[in-house]
């Protein structure tokens, strides 16, 4: 799993801290229970936005680099053409 990013992070914090104090304003609660489910369900609502966050795109040389194809012939050619043989070569069975 790739490491958060630092916008993952401040958008995950921020949804965690404003939707529990959101919620224990709306609920008015003051029970340990509702604090606790309160706190959870704000966890979860973090964890939901900052895995949303959209990663940012590669740019530059090594961006390039990544697309294209580790091989340089397309995979429409035989491997054995590719390889450099000739496509009317036969294959001799040995019985």
């Not at 104090?21 to 029970?31: D, F, P, R």
């Not at 966890?43 to 895995?51: D, E, H, K, Q, R």
């Amino acid at each position: 799993m790739p490491r958060p990013t630092a916008a993952q992070l401040a958008y995950g914090s921020a949804t965690v801290i404003v939707s529990t104090i959101a919620m224990l304003l709306l609920s008015q609660t003051s029970t340990g229970l509702g604090v606790a489910v309160i706190s959870a369900a704000a966890l979860a609502l973090g964890l939901l936005v900052a895995l949303t966050v959209p990663l940012p795109r590669r740019r530059g040389r090594h961006a390039a680099t990544r697309t294209r194809s580790a091989s340089p012939v397309p995979d429409t050619v035989p491997q054995d053409v590719a390889a450099g043989a000739p496509a009317s070569v036969e294959h001799r069975v040995h019985h």
